[in-house]
């Protein structure tokens, strides 16, 4: 595993940020997502999706569960798991059918499903550091060291 740690100072910073690795998304990544509510989570997916050119509305999929996207000939599957209340709700949503896939899956507040997804390429931590965001990017596997080979 490596770890490499970012501080942001602003929104600008966290879309350029992640548009940095838009670069090297490769079909069947899984990326988790944590921090607090505010903290930047669904900026961070809009900032890689603008790094692959899309330039659509993204929002939060709290209410829809998951958001697709296709742009630059990958389908990246964005999910919110914040309103599952147990583990086992993920089954319900259907989400191991979109992991099975070519496409890159992005999973913000994957702790929700904890014992139920599998392991993550990277995970990608963001946290408040006063109006400031540090961001912590663990890579586990060949496909999260390529992710983070934008950095």
């Given at each position: 595993m490596t770890t490499t740690?970012?501080?942001v100072d602003d929104e600008e910073a966290m879309l350029a940020l992640?548009?940095?690795?838009?670069?090297?998304?490769?079909s069947g990544q899984l990326l988790y997502l944590q921090g607090d509510l505010g903290a930047?989570?669904?900026t961070f997916v809009r900032g890689l999706l603008r790094g692959l050119g899309y330039r659509g509305h993204v929002k939060s999929p709290?209410?829809?569960l998951v958001e697709p996207y296709e742009v630059a000939d990958l389908l990246i599957n964005h999910f919110d798991l914040y309103r599952l209340s147990a583990p086992e709700e993920?089954?319900?949503?259907?989400?191991?059918d979109y992991m099975i896939g070519s496409g890159i899956?992005?999973?913000?507040w994957a702790e929700r499903g904890?014992?139920?997804l599998p392991p993550a390429d990277a995970v990608i931590r963001i946290h408040h550091n006063g109006d400031r965001r540090v961001v912590e990017i663990d890579c586990y596997t060949e496909l999260g060291h390529e992710l983070c080979g934008g950095l």
């Open positions: 740690r970012v501080v992640a548009a940095s690795m838009a670069g090297h998304l490769r930047g989570k669904t709290t209410y829809t993920v089954e319900s949503v259907g989400i191991r899956c992005v999973v913000e904890a014992g139920v």
